[in-house]
């Protein structure tokens, strides 16, 4: 029975190797989601009822149990050298001709490859099992991120070979043998929609935005916890080699084709140029069409093809002569700063914040660029009346990257506030942080932001009850927490300026309506540190109750998949505070009586996927995707080969495209409509 178990087992973490390879490196899944998460599950049960037949290449044991005390470093075996930049095509054709002149022959070509925006990675495979993941560091020295690199399940934890049964699923694999000794070296990235969702959720717990994608691809592999970092949906290419213990083939082009056969993600844009004019053209096509790409691109690498002439280019101290990367113009834009603001987030947190001069950038009139923090902005020395050059940081969020003309030699850079600009209390920044917050837990600019959020539409959804109204009840004493929202009279807001007799009826009866709102809304609605909508949701589907909810244990909160031991010490502290349970309790007292979650109407579409994408008319895009939850499917906001329907509105972008090109169904809202009346 012991030998069955076993074979059961190792047939399991085959098979499930074999379908991550279809999906992360061939981009052809064949099963859909629920029949991988179903033999995941089966292998994961027979693992905890055998635990000493568990290996730790097993896909199982990508997530570690417990955060780091620290990170170790690594010596690169081979060091990870820099590359020299250029930045138009009289560079490129410079950079050639000194290829031509050292190779004294034009007898060679180019392999051309998108140059990700991430984080370079170096993997060491011995004997085809992963045993340490590094960063670059200084090239030389850098972190050991094994634990982080080991969540990312585009990377392989055991790399492939060809099986002499050719009926085997795994003869996609091509028979190769895998040197003793392979290091990859790689990217690790954000894609986009990962980046949008990861800052949409920052923004909803109070968490200051990341910048761009490769800033956030980095922050989450330097994560002393690997199961926060395995929530941030990290992805991996790899580029080129490191130490191996023999050669590959004897050309840069064929070693990518090899590391595919081992079962490593290769980027498919990958193209092979004869010369220099072609690269140009390779360049240049990509520069227009970077925004068809699922993630971020900031330029391209061109690299010398064969191995040997690379070998006689050598290096200098600091980069090979036998690649460069051409960099993509960011798009930029002039424009002057008239104002700086500090604004108190809901946990507290001042961000100084620009006003500008619109100004179109990269298809969107930009009037305010965040300034991240008070260092960014002191190391900048932006000042009011300053002409200040903005561009997207990864080509998302408006930032101001330098100041081009000073208002005036004397101008008095920016002061760091030393009292909140809401309610005067004591600002402390963060320990071993940049982030300055106000200590007062009722500062009416918290409440305020906090009584934003919770009306907002992906949480009680209140029509009518905008900021400024907000803003007029904190001031007039009128609304001291959430509660106090369910307990305003009309005459109370007829009171406030420019309020009359209609418009205090809307703005009441759409608090009343909002008294119904499904439970996790009403748990996305509180604010709670760490926990968005998507939380909220996991949160109800097990527990289906507020009480039950409110009185879990940190050990049974932690035991749900998708909620880590973060996020559970942070819900049972909320529902532990004294303060935050009175409140509970009012809105309660009230008339509040969150809905309990649904059953889905039919089990037809349990295996699959929607994606809402564009803008509907008779739908928030929060409204759809819970309709669409109730018909069974599972909502995500990417499109890839397995999703099984787009609901596409107006100006639906690259998602629709991506759709087409997939082959993947597409309805319109009026389609959308028939489905749910079935």
Not at 164 to 174: P, V
Not at 263 to 289: F, H, T, Y
Request: glycine share 6%; with cysteine.
């Amino acid at each position: 029975m012991g030998k069955d178990i076993n074979q059961k087992i190792e047939q399991l973490r085959k098979l499930i190797r074999e379908h991550d390879y279809l999906y992360y490196v061939m981009n052809q899944p064949k099963i859909s989601d629920r029949e991988y998460d179903r033999l995941f599950a089966e292998l994961k049960e027979l693992e905890k009822e055998n635990p000493e037949l568990i290996t730790a290449d097993s896909p199982t044991q990508r997530v570690s149990g417990q955060p780091l005390e620290g990170f170790q470093t690594v010596r690169h075996s081979v060091p990870m050298l820099s590359m020299d930049n250029t930045y138009n095509a009289e560079e490129l054709k410079a950079f050639d001709e000194r290829i031509q002149k050292q190779l004294k022959s034009k007898d060679y070509d180019y392999v051309v490859e998108l140059k990700i925006d991430g984080l370079a990675i170096s993997l060491r495979y011995e004997h085809g099992r992963l045993v340490t993941g590094a960063t670059r560091g200084d090239g030389e020295i850098g972190d050991d991120v094994t634990a982080n690199i080991r969540t990312i399940k585009a990377v392989p934890l055991i790399l492939m070979e060809g099986e002499k049964d050719k009926s085997h699923a795994a003869n996609l694999f091509a028979s190769s043998a895998i040197p003793d000794i392979l290091e990859v070296r790689g990217e690790v990235y954000m894609p986009t929609a990962a980046f949008e969702e990861l800052n949409r959720l920052r923004a909803e717990e109070g968490e200051p935005a990341f910048a761009n994608p490769r800033n956030a691809a980095a922050g989450s592999l330097k994560l002393l916890d690997a199961r926060i970092t395995a929530q941030r949906n990290l992805s991996f290419f790899a580029y080129a080699t490191g130490e191996l213990s023999e050669p590959l083939a004897d050309n840069h082009y064929d070693c990518l084709k090899k590391f595919k056969q081992f079962g490593l993600p290769v980027n498919p844009n990958i193209q092979k140029a004869k010369d220099i004019d072609e690269v140009m053209e390779i360049c240049l096509s990509w520069d227009k069409r970077r925004s068809e790409l699922d993630y971020q691109i900031d330029g391209m690498v061109v690299k010398v093809n064969n191995l040997d002439q690379r070998r006689k280019l050598g290096s200098t101290g600091r980069a090979p002569r036998w690649c460069i990367s051409y960099k993509f113009a960011a798009e930029q834009a002039e424009t002057i700063v008239e104002s700086i603001d500090v604004q108190v987030g809901k946990s507290g947190i001042l961000t100084p914040v620009a006003n500008l001069t619109p100004v179109l950038l990269a298809g969107t009139t930009v009037k305010r660029a965040s300034l991240h923090n008070f260092d960014e902005l002191n190391r900048l020395g932006v000042g009011v009346g300053d002409i200040v050059i903005i561009e997207k940081a990864g080509e998302i969020i408006p930032k101001v990257i330098e100041v081009k003309e000073k208002a005036s030699k004397h101008a008095v850079v920016f002061d760091i506030p030393k009292t909140c600009p809401v309610c005067g209390s004591e600002v402390r920044k963060d320990e071993d942080g940049v982030y300055i917050r106000c200590t007062n837990p009722d500062c009416a600019g918290q409440l305020k932001e906090r009584l934003r959020y919770f009306a907002g539409r992906g949480q009680m959804d209140i029509e009518n009850l905008g900021a400024a109204l907000i803003e007029q009840l904190v001031d007039a004493g009128l609304v001291k927490n959430f509660a106090d929202l369910y307990k305003l009279r009309r005459i109370d807001l007829l009171c406030l300026e420019r309020m009359a007799e209609k418009s205090a009826g809307n703005v009441i009866n759409a608090i009343a309506e909002s008294r119904t709102r499904p439970l996790w809304r009403f748990i996305a609605s509180l604010g709670i540190r760490h926990i968005g909508g998507q939380s909220a949701q996991i949160l109800t589907e097990h527990f289906d109750s507020l009480e039950k909810i409110m009185s879990a244990s940190q050990e049974e909160l932690t035991e749900i998949d998708q909620i880590g031991p973060v996020m559970a010490a942070s819900i049972f502290e909320y529902f532990h505070n004294t303060k935050n349970v009175s409140v509970i309790e009012e809105l309660l007292a009230a008339g509040v009586a969150p809905e309990k979650p649904k059953s889905a109407s039919s089990d037809k579409n349990i295996d699959k996927t929607a994606v809402v994408t564009g803008t509907l008319e008779n739908f928030t895009r929060e409204q759809a995707q819970e309709q669409l939850r109730l018909k069974g499917y599972k909502v995500t906001s990417t499109v890839s080969a397995k999703t099984a329907l787009v609901v596409a509105g107006k100006n639906p972008g690259s998602k629709l495209d991506k759709a087409k090109s997939l082959g993947v169904k597409v309805i319109d809202e009026q389609e959308f409509l028939d489905i749910l009346k079935e």
